[in-house]
């Protein structure tokens, strides 16, 4: 049974998608989710600016990012990018790094971000050889929350005031660790 929290629609139990390298086409669907400041916000980040020198200056910083990803989340049934997924601040040493996924709002609610996140887990391990994913989530974001908890993610914290959101607000943020399986 799907937590009430998480406010969806009902969810495909197979929706696949494949994570893929940025395209030419992708850029309207990415600079579109950059440009949403409200999302954003609740992704626990706010652009400096969001012209098309700005936005194409930060898509070759993700692109190029040593030991990290930045990917786009295709769902298979369209053939439609759906939108994004990254791994930041990778630490070699320890083998860990930050996940995210981002998508559009007609993506949502789809079971794209639970196939998405579960793809993120193995490109992580398998290809960029990370034993632990941690995730940084606004304490308002219960859809986050409740995916990330649903595919063995656990709250290891709270950071209180941790993140100013696009209105100057200090935002209280969960800290979550999912240890990574190494096939």
Same mark, same amino acid.
């Given at each position: 049974?799907?937590?009430?929290?998480?406010?969806?629609?009902?969810?495909?139990?197979?929706?696949?998608?494949?994570l893929r390298g940025v395209a030419d086409g992708d850029r309207p669907?990415?600079?579109?989710?950059?440009?949403?400041?409200?999302?954003?916000?609740?992704?626990?980040?706010?652009?400096?600016?969001?012209?098309?020198?700005?936005?194409?200056?930060?898509?070759?910083?993700?692109?190029?990012?040593?030991?990290?990803?930045f990917l786009i989340i295709e769902d298979l049934a369209s053939g439609?990018?759906?939108?994004?997924?990254?791994?930041?601040?990778?630490?070699?040493?320890?083998?860990?790094?930050?996940? @995210?996924?981002? #998508?559009?709002?007609?993506? +949502?609610?789809? &079971? !794209?971000?639970? *196939?998405?996140? /579960?793809?993120?887990?193995?490109?992580?391990?398998?290809?960029?050889?990370?034993?632990?994913?941690?995730?940084?989530?606004?304490?308002?974001?219960?859809?986050?929350? @409740?995916?990330? #908890?649903?595919?063995?993610? +656990?709250?290891? &914290? !709270?950071?209180? *005031?941790?993140? /100013?959101?696009?209105?100057?607000?200090?935002?209280?943020?969960?800290?979550?660790?999912?240890?990574?399986?190494?096939?």
């Amino acid at each position: 049974m799907r937590s009430p929290m998480m406010g969806h629609r009902h969810v495909p139990h197979h929706a696949s998608v494949r994570l893929r390298g940025v395209a030419d086409g992708d850029r309207p669907l990415l600079f579109s989710l950059r440009r949403d400041h409200a999302l954003q916000s609740l992704l626990l980040t706010v652009p400096d600016a969001t012209d098309d020198a700005a936005l194409d200056s930060w898509l070759e910083r993700r692109r190029t990012e040593t030991g990290g990803a930045f990917l786009i989340i295709e769902d298979l049934a369209s053939g439609e990018a759906a939108g994004y997924t990254q791994i930041t601040q990778v630490h070699r040493r320890n083998a860990n790094g930050y996940g @995210g996924i981002v #998508l559009a709002e007609e993506a +949502r609610g789809l &079971g !794209l971000g639970r *196939a998405a996140l /579960t793809e993120l887990m193995l490109h992580a391990s398998r290809v960029l050889g990370l034993r632990k994913l941690m995730a940084e989530i606004d304490v308002d974001n219960a859809a986050s929350i @409740g995916l990330h #908890l649903s595919l063995g993610y +656990r709250e290891v &914290g !709270l950071l209180e *005031a941790h993140f /100013t959101d696009v209105n100057g607000m200090p935002r209280d943020v969960m800290l979550f660790e999912r240890r990574l399986e190494r096939k």
